[in-house]
């Protein structure tokens, strides 16, 4: 462990561990064996990371030219055997893994990518640069994540599948080419959303996705008809500010 790093009350490391310089881990975390946490990486409090992952390592960028960025990780987040979590670049200098997640083995999550609070990654689940999960959002195994994609909240993304365009909130994708599958009926009814809430998001999503008119108009029709929907100015936001186009 390097003398610079900075551990809290009750954290545990396991042997063959390798703690690097300007590390903080907060308290009760736990730390397997054989990981290395790299320079400048940031941990929260009751973390648990299993043996053989690496945190802050270097990001396989070949603009990055060994300036001084960060990887942050909150609380309470489950880091599974072999992940890897590379530090930002200079081009946000940070990437962030929230609060109450779930990475399984094998998971990836590569330089400047930003992941929501209670997110899921299921095994071998890979993103590129600049990615962005929001809250809630699930992966299942085996997933592939072009660069720059961003994940809207409480979204599934069906095993195996490779994005390369944005996935709205509240939606299930899969298929090989990936495409809507219906809402996330079932995540959404554990977060608590009502029947109606349900019912019209789903209504929603038939309208952009379904309906025979470009989707600029649909978006004109869904805003003028679920205006009272507290989950419209979410979705209508989310398809207007997208950057690489909507699956």
């Given at each position: 462990m390097d003398p610079t790093a900075n551990l809290g009350e009750n954290v545990k490391v396991g042997p063959y561990s390798i703690i690097g310089a300007d590390v903080d881990i907060n308290d009760n975390t736990v730390i397997g064996n054989h990981v290395t946490?790299?320079?400048?990486?940031?941990?929260?409090?009751?973390?648990?990371?299993?043996?053989?992952?690496?945190?802050?390592?270097?990001?396989?960028?070949?603009?990055?030219?060994?300036?001084?960025t960060v990887a942050e990780i909150g609380d309470r987040t489950v880091i599974r055997e072999f992940v890897t979590?590379?530090?930002?670049?200079?081009?946000?200098?940070?990437?962030?893994?929230?609060?109450d997640c779930l990475l399984m083995a094998c998971v990836h999550i590569a330089h400047d990518c930003i992941v929501g609070d209670n997110v899921i990654m299921s095994n071998l689940a890979t993103l590129g640069g600049h990615i962005t999960i929001e809250n809630w959002s699930i992966l299942s195994g085996g997933v592939l994540v072009h660069q720059f994609c961003k994940i809207g909240e409480h979204s599934f993304i069906g095993a195996g599948g490779y994005l390369s365009q944005d996935v709205p909130p509240y939606i299930l994708v899969a298929g090989s080419p990936i495409e809507y599958s219906g809402i996330n009926s079932v995540g959404l009814k554990r977060r608590g959303f009502s029947k109606k809430d349900r019912q019209d998001i789903k209504k929603i999503y038939n309208i952009f996705f379904r309906s025979k008119k470009n989707r600029k108009e649909n978006l004109q029709t869904i805003n003028k008809e679920f205006f009272d929907n507290d989950y419209t100015q979410t979705i209508s936001e989310f398809i207007q500010n997208s950057k690489r186009g909507i699956i």
């Open positions: 946490i790299s320079s400048n990486t940031r941990i929260g409090k009751d973390c648990k990371i299993f043996h053989s992952a690496s945190i802050g390592e270097v990001p396989q960028d070949l603009k990055y030219n060994n300036e001084k979590i590379n530090k930002g670049t200079s081009a946000s200098g940070k990437t962030i893994v929230g609060s």
